[in-house]
């Protein structure tokens, strides 16, 4: 039976396979991880954010944040949310989700708080280092019991001991105090769908691409069984 370990190459893989740059599927690990190094290193830096709150997380040390004061909502989301990207995420952590969730960022779309689970979880397979380094949130109403969050922030990871470093806005829709939308746009740039590129069948070609990744990535990683205590 193939170890952890492939497993979780073969899941980066097909990860990878949208991007220009990582097309050509890797043949080890090794090879693998360089490839998520060379992708994330196309990203570019944070750029300078405007917002009313900032924050910093270092790691597993993301739970003793001071939660930002932004607002009531955000207040409650974001330490869990720290913990989800510094690959210290618990059950519990994702309980900020509704049952019909969705995650998506460019190489991935998922469907349900299990399928985000199964996404989130292959982090600490594939790199040293992740969390969230800066931010800044801005919350706003949009109606009765929903609220928009943005969060303008920078990325670390670290593979073979090399940092790299990500601008990406974070955009959560929450209704009645859960999340059901996420999207991650790296570099701060939307991510390609029907209605965003110019040939809406390149735009489906893209979504296919995430949600095929994305349920590789769901079997592969137990269907998002959570991790042993």
């Known amino acids: 039976m ?3 370990a492939v497993l979780c190459a073969s899941s980066a893989a097909a990860r990878l396979l949208l991007l220009p740059s990582t097309r050509a599927t890797p043949s080890s690990p090794s090879l693998t991880v360089a490839a998520v190094l060379a992708a994330l290193k196309q990203q570019g830096s944070l750029s300078t954010a405007a917002g009313a709150t900032t ?3 270092a790691g597993a040390e993301a739970k003793s944040v001071p939660a930002p004061a932004a607002g ?3 207040e409650r989301i974001m330490p869990h949310l720290l913990n989800i990207y510094g690959s210290c995420a618990t059950a519990r952590d994702f309980e900020i989700y509704a049952q019909h969730a969705t995650f998506e960022d460019p190489l ?8 985000i689970k199964s996404a989130f979880y292959t982090l600490p397979k594939l790199f040293g280092e992740s969390k969230i380094v800066e931010y800044t949130v801005k919350e706003n109403a949009t109606g009765p019991g929903k609220t928009e969050i ?13 940092p790299v470093d990500i601008a990406s806005l974070i955009t959560l829709d929450v209704e009645d105090g859960k999340v059901v939308r996420h999207q991650d746009w790296w570099d701060k740039k939307p991510l390609k769908n029907r209605e965003t590129v110019s040939f809406p069948l390149v735009g489906r070609v893209a979504e296919a691409s995430r949600r095929g990744a994305m349920l590789l990535t769901h079997v592969l990683m137990g ?3 959570d991790p042993a205590p």
């Open 2 to 4: 193939p170890s952890r």
């Open 223 to 225: 269907c998002g069984k």
């Open 55 to 57: 924050g910093m997380a």
């Open 150 to 162: 943005l969060i303008d922030n920078k990325q670390h990871y670290k593979a073979f001991g090399k």
């Open 72 to 74: 009531g909502v955000s």
């Open 108 to 115: 991935m779309r998922a469907h349900g708080v299990k399928q």
